[in-house]
């Protein structure tokens, strides 16, 4: 039996002995926006819970906008020229902050192809580098007893925006919304913390897991300490398309977004197998 699994830029196509086989689990389509411009526009207009994004942009000064970096399939161009588009009527100054967490520093071609040649060529754009302390702000201790470092362009800035996807995490439950802080825009000591057993080791650090989940708790609890104004989350099909798009307040929006994309990523299972082959979807 042949089977053609999502890995890297094509697909793998796997060889395996039939009578093995015991299913093959797919999730629910997921169904894609026609016009994802018009869909992203109405969203800043009409947020979840939050007042639109050009009434909270009125009177500041520097706004950070925090995106993912390359390992994360965001369509960061797209959500960029929208809330460009809104910023640059009201705010002087605007920063593009790469959440690259521990990952490496993005190059110049790497940059131009994450949020394409306008934006590259018009605005400020910062790669985070989590281990260059004298660009982090101290900002105090999670409960947990986790120091949090923050890149220090986001904490100086007036309007705090974050961009990004929403889908299963294998630790955090599921991405976006508090991890574009956390790791994003952490310190190494903060990351170090938060990616330790003191953390993973708990059965609620899981795929699709929210109520009780340590990394998540803390991550919530980093984001509020440090303040998001904003935040511009999609959900996305199998062909990286956008399906849905939730901007908003910083928990509501993402919650939205995380019952939208739960009905299409969990997929019950009828018994437990001895093992299952998955990819990380391309």
């Given at each position: 039996m042949k089977?053609?699994?999502?890995?890297?830029?094509?697909?793998?196509?796997?060889?395996?002995?039939?009578?093995?086989?015991?299913?093959?689990?797919?999730?629910?389509?997921?169904?894609?926006?026609?016009?994802?411009?018009?869909?992203?526009?109405?969203?800043?207009?009409?947020?979840i819970a939050s007042p639109p994004l050009e009434e909270i942009s009125k009177g500041r000064k520097n706004a950070c906008i925090v995106i993912s970096d390359n390992?994360?399939?965001?369509p960061n161009e797209l959500l960029l020229k929208g809330i460009l588009e809104i910023l640059k009527k009201n705010v002087p100054r605007i920063k593009i902050l790469i959440a690259n967490g521990l990952h490496k520093e993005l190059n110049e071609d790497q940059i131009k192809e994450l949020v394409g040649e306008d934006i590259f060529e018009n605005f400020e754009i910062l790669n985070h580098n989590a281990l260059k302390n004298e660009e982090l702000a101290y900002i105090g201790d999670t409960p947990r007893g986790i120091p949090i470092y923050i890149n220090k362009n986001y904490i100086e800035s007036d309007l705090r925006i974050l961009t990004g996807l929403v889908e299963p995490h294998f630790m955090a439950g599921y991405s976006g919304g508090r991890k574009s802080i956390c790791p994003g825009i952490s310190g190494y000591e903060t990351v170090k913390f938060f990616h330790s057993p003191m953390l993973l080791e708990s059965p609620k650090a899981d795929n699709c897991v929210v109520e009780g989940n340590p990394l998540h708790e803390e991550a919530t609890y980093i984001a509020r300490k440090v303040g998001v104004d904003f935040i511009v989350n999609v959900a996305i099909d199998s062909e990286k398309r956008v399906s849905g798009i939730f901007a908003g307040d910083l928990e509501k929006a993402w919650y939205e977004a995380v019952k939208y994309v739960s009905?299409?990523?969990?997929?019950?299972?009828?018994?437990?197998?001895?093992?299952?082959l998955t990819t990380n979807g391309g």
């Open positions: 089977v053609s699994l999502l890995y890297g830029r094509r697909k793998l196509s796997v060889d395996l002995p039939e009578e093995r086989v015991g299913g093959i689990l797919e999730k629910r389509e997921m169904p894609y926006l026609d016009d994802p411009w018009s869909a992203l526009m109405r969203s800043l207009k009409n947020p390992t994360r399939p965001v009905k299409y990523s969990e997929v019950p299972l009828s018994e437990k197998y001895d093992i299952v």
